[in-house]
């Protein structure tokens, strides 16, 4: 059942320039950003960023030359991937990926309160920020993939963003709960975006994601999996003490614990 004191929250504060523009912020120097029609910029740096039917694109001035150059293999990959976690996967990969949505709801649903603000880095489709959206907490879904955010069209209760995760468009300790659930497997430099993700928490706020682990089914993904793509570039497998060293090495104790039937680690991190 829905919170009715959640429900309350007034919709229109996410249809307002106002609220965006408390949220989001220069991915280059990390100050507030101002919005005016079809574009965002900063006042500080005096970079400008374009809206493409309502989804700003946050990426520096630094990563788009080369990411639309092709010249970064791996994330170039992940900009121009076509799949759907809400739609697309069907047989075992559904059953994995609708298991692996609610143990993580399960989770993350005990750091809630009605006035949360929580951010879904590497969002993909929805397939956690749409369990927000339907209990009607605010959320700002970044993924590098527009395509991706054009499926949440119509969400309420959604600011989305085309954005990097290893430089997020997100002002200082502006969000009460940070999500990446099977985000970081795909990047070469996770530590910068667990350092991006402590940045962006408020004090007291929490850090929760999942990364797939080193179980043997992993070994045969490519069999067992109906979509699997043969030519992604880039997927790593964590072991418990790699993501350990991951949030000690950012300054953080990490909870972790094993989930999806031990496929795959939950961590849990206190600012």
């Not at 799949?83 to 709801?105: A, F, Q, V």
């Not at 649903?109 to 749409?130: A, M, N, R, Y």
């Not at 709960?177 to 070469?188: G, K, Q, S």
């Not at 953080?252 to 039937?261: G, K, R």
């Amino acid at each position: 059942m829905i919170d009715t004191q959640v429900a309350e929250i007034d919709l229109k504060i996410f249809q307002t320039k106002d609220w965006k523009s408390e949220i989001f912020g220069c991915p280059s120097c990390k100050e507030p950003l101002n919005a005016d029609g079809d574009i965002m910029y900063c006042p500080s740096c005096q970079t400008v960023y374009q809206v493409d039917n309502g989804v700003p694109v946050l990426l520096s001035d630094q990563l788009k030359a080369p990411l639309f150059r092709q010249e970064l293999p791996v994330k170039s990959y992940y900009l121009n991937e076509r799949y759907d976690w809400t739609r697309d996967p069907k047989g075992l990969e559904y059953c994995y990926h609708h298991y692996r949505k609610w143990e993580t709801w399960s989770a993350l649903k005990k750091f809630l309160q009605p006035e949360s603000l929580v951010l879904d880095v590497g969002c993909g489709t929805g397939l956690i920020t749409g369990i927000l959206s339907r209990n009607h907490y605010r959320t700002v879904a970044l993924d590098l993939n527009r395509w991706a955010l054009f499926q949440m069209n119509g969400k309420p209760y959604v600011a989305k963003a085309q954005a990097d995760a290893e430089s997020l468009p997100v002002q200082d300790e502006s969000v009460d709960l940070v999500i990446a659930t099977e985000v970081i497997e795909h990047l070469e430099e996770p530590g910068r975006t667990a350092e991006e993700m402590l940045r962006v928490t408020r004090p007291g706020g929490h850090i929760i994601g999942s990364v797939p682990n080193r179980h043997p089914l992993w070994n045969v993904r490519r069999q067992l999996s109906i979509s699997c793509p043969g030519n992604e570039p880039f997927h790593r497998n964590f072991s418990r003490r790699e993501i350990a060293d991951l949030w000690q090495e950012a300054g953080c104790q990490a909870e972790i614990s094993a989930i999806c039937l031990g496929m795959n680690w939950l961590w849990i991190v206190n600012k």
